[in-house]
């Protein structure tokens, strides 16, 4: 339990209340944790600028609320009044994306109180909220309290005496969030091959790697094709040729500034989390391939399009039909029978002899375009919407599954 002394107590006893807890949140995340009744229990992650308001409706009796003193310092908590309600309809559009709600109790950042930091913050959380990951959703909850929770495999995974050689592969452009995939690394108990690509030599970080793994291999690639140029660069070098399942990951990292970079964060840490999440998840993604041999694939399911959330054309295709279909049909496909079935972000378990249906294209690195931000048509794009067609391509009986985040009881 948290120390009484950092904790903030707020009384909403009263039935049908609504409250205004105006506050500065002094910290850089974009998000404040509020416990209701047990500071013991795992916290609710509520967004919030630098100054908020926040309306709090309970239909509760006898309800608490505790926050901690320093992501919170109070300027108010008071009664909603008519007048507040009068002022809350601006820019209320973005209310549906940045409401929390658990069961009887409310709890709505006026976000469009706090000036342009807010309205962006809400922004992202609607982007978030497009791709099914809303503020009261437990993928979103589940992947803002990981580094809060222990994450013990809930039951043994037995594996085959015989089972696949695992690589693990990461792209790391920013090295800030080598962190995240240590956290998570670390709890694998299955011997696996790491491989590390790097955009510049980065001493610091290939001790720490090292450190962590001695045997591992860290490999300095341009900056060209983001995560998927280095990645092609790997299988043509045969770095994969000693491994059967390769997961491949990367450190995906939004570079705007301000609040909107919660997006990038949160979209990382979810991918990380569905594929790496805990040693139970790995060792039930292993055994997936292992009992099942028409398994090809399998990455986030938030994350498959198209999906109930992501389903248009400019969803799914963008800017980057033709070139897809020129690359599956130089591998032998037709655009007759090519069926849109892909992981956004790059980030999944594969088999890798499916890796081997892309050598006919004999591309390296130096195929892909240098850096400049592009946000579709280039030839990382398409090989995205490739990759997840590799398992029909080597035998239309192969499927693709999900990960689970969190994952199911």
Same mark, same amino acid.
């Given at each position: 339990?948290?120390?009484?002394?950092?904790?903030?107590?707020?009384?909403?006893?009263?039935?049908?209340?609504?409250?205004?807890?105006?506050?500065?949140?002094?910290?850089?995340?974009?998000?404040?944790?509020?416990?209701?009744?047990?500071?013991?229990?795992?916290?609710?992650?509520?967004?919030?600028?630098?100054?908020?308001?926040?309306?709090?409706?309970?239909?509760?009796?006898?309800?608490?609320?505790?926050?901690?003193?320093?992501?919170?310092?109070?300027?108010?908590?008071?009664? *909603?009044?008519?007048?507040?309600?009068?002022?809350?309809?601006?820019?209320?559009?973005?209310?549906?994306?940045?409401?929390?709600?658990?069961?009887?109790?409310?709890?709505?950042?006026?976000?469009?109180?706090?000036?342009?930091?807010?309205?962006?913050?809400?922004?992202?959380?609607?982007?978030?909220?497009? *791709?099914?990951?809303?503020?009261?959703?437990?993928?979103?909850?589940?992947?803002?309290?990981?580094?809060?929770?222990?994450?013990?495999?809930?039951?043994?995974?037995?594996?085959?005496?015989?089972?696949?050689?695992?690589?693990?592969?990461?792209?790391?452009?920013?090295?800030?969030?080598?962190?995240?995939?240590?956290?998570? &690394?670390?709890?694998?108990?299955?011997?696996?091959?790491?491989?590390?690509?790097?955009?510049?030599?980065?001493?610091?970080?290939?001790?720490?790697?090292?450190?962590?793994?001695?045997?591992?291999?860290?490999?300095?690639?341009?900056?060209?094709?983001?995560?998927?140029?280095?990645?092609?660069?790997?299988?043509?070098?045969?770095?994969?040729?000693?491994?059967?399942?390769?997961?491949?990951?990367?450190?995906?990292?939004?570079?705007?500034?301000?609040?909107?970079?919660?997006?990038?964060?949160?979209?990382?840490? &979810?991918?990380?989390?569905?594929?790496?999440?805990?040693?139970?998840?790995?060792?039930?993604?292993?055994?997936?391939?292992?009992?099942?041999?028409?398994?090809?694939?399998?990455?986030?399911?938030?994350?498959?399009?198209?999906?109930?959330?992501?389903?248009?054309?400019?969803?799914?295709?963008?800017?980057?039909?033709?070139?897809?279909?020129? &690359?599956?049909?130089?591998?032998?496909?037709?655009?007759?029978?090519?069926?849109?079935?892909?992981?956004?972000?790059?980030?999944?378990?594969?088999?890798?002899?499916?890796?081997?249906?892309?050598?006919?294209?004999?591309?390296?690195?130096?195929?892909?375009?240098?850096?400049?931000?592009?946000?579709?048509?280039?030839?990382?794009?398409?090989?995205?919407?490739?990759?997840?067609?590799?398992?029909?391509?080597?035998?239309?009986?192969?499927?693709?599954?999900?990960?689970?985040?969190?994952?199911?009881?």
């Amino acid at each position: 339990m948290l120390d009484k002394d950092r904790l903030l107590e707020f009384d909403i006893s009263d039935r049908g209340g609504s409250y205004l807890l105006a506050a500065c949140r002094p910290q850089s995340p974009p998000f404040i944790r509020i416990w209701r009744d047990d500071p013991a229990s795992t916290p609710m992650f509520v967004p919030a600028a630098s100054e908020t308001e926040f309306r709090i409706t309970s239909r509760t009796q006898a309800r608490k609320l505790f926050c901690l003193r320093d992501e919170v310092a109070v300027h108010a908590f008071r009664r *909603w009044s008519p007048l507040d309600m009068a002022k809350s309809f601006r820019l209320s559009r973005f209310h549906p994306f940045t409401r929390f709600e658990d069961g009887d109790l409310t709890i709505l950042p006026l976000l469009h109180r706090s000036g342009q930091e807010g309205i962006d913050l809400a922004r992202a959380m609607r982007t978030l909220a497009e *791709w099914g990951v809303g503020v009261s959703m437990p993928d979103l909850q589940a992947t803002l309290s990981y580094d809060l929770v222990d994450h013990p495999a809930r039951a043994p995974v037995p594996m085959p005496a015989q089972f696949p050689a695992i690589g693990i592969v990461i792209h790391l452009h920013y090295p800030d969030v080598w962190p995240d995939f240590e956290k998570r &690394l670390r709890q694998i108990t299955l011997p696996f091959k790491l491989i590390v690509t790097v955009s510049a030599e980065d001493t610091a970080l290939s001790a720490g790697i090292r450190s962590f793994h001695p045997e591992s291999r860290i490999l300095v690639y341009p900056n060209r094709g983001r995560d998927v140029g280095p990645f092609i660069q790997l299988l043509r070098e045969g770095h994969f040729d000693d491994v059967d399942l390769v997961c491949k990951l990367h450190g995906k990292k939004s570079m705007t500034l301000g609040p909107r970079r919660v997006f990038g964060d949160v979209w990382r840490r &979810l991918l990380l989390n569905s594929l790496i999440g805990s040693d139970d998840a790995v060792r039930r993604i292993v055994r997936r391939f292992c009992e099942q041999p028409r398994l090809g694939m399998i990455g986030p399911s938030r994350f498959r399009l198209p999906n109930e959330f992501r389903h248009s054309h400019r969803d799914v295709w963008s800017n980057n039909e033709e070139l897809t279909y020129r &690359l599956v049909q130089r591998l032998g496909g037709s655009r007759e029978s090519f069926k849109l079935d892909f992981f956004a972000g790059t980030m999944f378990w594969i088999r890798r002899e499916l890796l081997d249906i892309l050598k006919p294209l004999d591309l390296s690195q130096s195929d892909f375009s240098d850096e400049a931000g592009q946000p579709d048509g280039t030839l990382h794009h398409a090989l995205e919407r490739v990759f997840g067609a590799l398992p029909s391509l080597a035998n239309p009986a192969m499927i693709l599954e999900d990960a689970i985040w969190p994952p199911e009881a």
